[in-house]
């Protein structure tokens, strides 16, 4: 009876050596294995990237391309019937949560830079931005330059509230920066009239456009003050988890998949009001698309 | 917490603009707090004084219209009070009234909004607490006033009013202390106090542990040093052998 209890013991105790040795690469994909849930990061109104539709389901091209990740795992681990859990994050919380396990990967618009890069790890870019500005078509404002003295609005902890500032410091602009919660309350800032521009990432400035009563009233104008490269993000120091996203986000591109994807969500009528954002595919992401990589513009 | 790289020399910084340190940004957003709160207080005394006061009245339109005014403020969230103050009120100001609050610097605006907001929310709490005091003043001692020949004017001021004020020195420490920390609501209209501070910390730097244990350390000390200030004067105000207990 007790050498049947040890050798059972032995057994036990190596099949579990056996299993980590195995996966023992990833602490994310062995919670996966584990779990058999896979914990997803998403935003709630970051249109087109993350957001939801009218019947509260998350939709967007960055959720996309997160549920391609997600069947990318599914066959890695052979988990055909793998759960995905949802999870709406914040831009001040979403490294918080990746950190302590809430989350394991979040796809969105976040922004790949070096502060975060310490944090977290990031996935081959998904999106290159331009920050740019939104006004009211018949503010006169053409470019940067022309928002002296004036009140600009951007949205708090974002890099064009970085840009204008450091624009306001070195050109002693005397522009007021107002900084809004999101994106949403920055636009009914400049609706309003508090402010004459709303500078933020011009992806985002057509998402909040689309959104407007009257979307033929606002106009995205100005030369890019920066680019930014949108990036998922995963747990640091998991570079086979990594590896998996990688791979699926740089086959998306490369096999061209991606055009329509991204047709799909910026030339297309998209919910909830069925707006067509009119966004061409820039330069620098067609050099993307042709040669997928993981680098930040910062 | 395993994968947290700490970085406590984050504070010594310079900001990306180049012309401060985040300590100076946190400096900022506590003298933002602090101004926002002590001048919303005065604010929330003085309504809450006068509103507290008719409230007690035996006029029945006066103390309904005072008790409108309480639940009115009481029953709606504090965040939602703000976004009405700043995005809705303003439509409704004649165009020339909306020009010049729209066009005065957005730092003045912001601090307008959340004084007058945070300032009545709390007035209303206030009130009530200022009606209870009034009440727990005994009968007798009205009657007492009446018959020496005062108006009722008089037996207010002379009577009521200042024992009342003295009987609910511990409930207005309370509100003063809750008024530190209701001023985090004004992050939301971009008004730079300590919270937001801590969230462009956060943006900036992704040290978000720092920043956030940095800025409670602050609301506690605030907070620890008005607790004192307000024992003392408690201690000084102190009706012997009432309520508060004399040894």
Redesign the interface.
Known sequence: MRLLKTSLAVLTISALGLSSVALADSATLNKIKETNTILLGHRESSVPFSYYDNNQNVIGYSQEIEMKIVNAIKAKLNLPDLKTKMLPVT???R??LL??GSIDIECGSTTHNK??A??VGFSNTIFIIGTRLMTKNNSGIKDFPDLAGK?VVTT???TSE?IL??M??DKDMNM??????DHG?AF?MLQ????VAFMMDDALLFGERAKARNPEDWVVVGKPQSYEAYGCIV???DPEFKAIADETIAKLMTSGEINTIYDKWFNKPIPPKNLNLEFPLSEKMQALFKAPNDKPFE | MTNYSWNWSVFFQSVPSGDATYIDWIIAGLIGTIVLSITAWILALIMGGIIGTLRTVKNPIISSIASGYIELFRDIPLLVQLFIWFFVIPEFLPQTARDALFQMPPLYSQFLTAWICLGLFTSARIAEQVRTGIQAVPDGQTAAGLALGFTTLQIYFTVRIPQAIRIIMPALTSEFLNIFKNSSVATTIGFIELSRQAQQLVDYTAQPYEAFIVITALYMLVNIIVMLLMHKLEKKLQIPGYITGDK
């Open positions: 831009s001040a919380n490294i918080t950190q302590n502060e975060r310490q944090q009140n708090a902890g974002t970085r500032q450091k306001d410091n007021n920066i107002i900084s809004a919660k309350e009914l309003s009239g508090r402010a747990r640091k120091d």
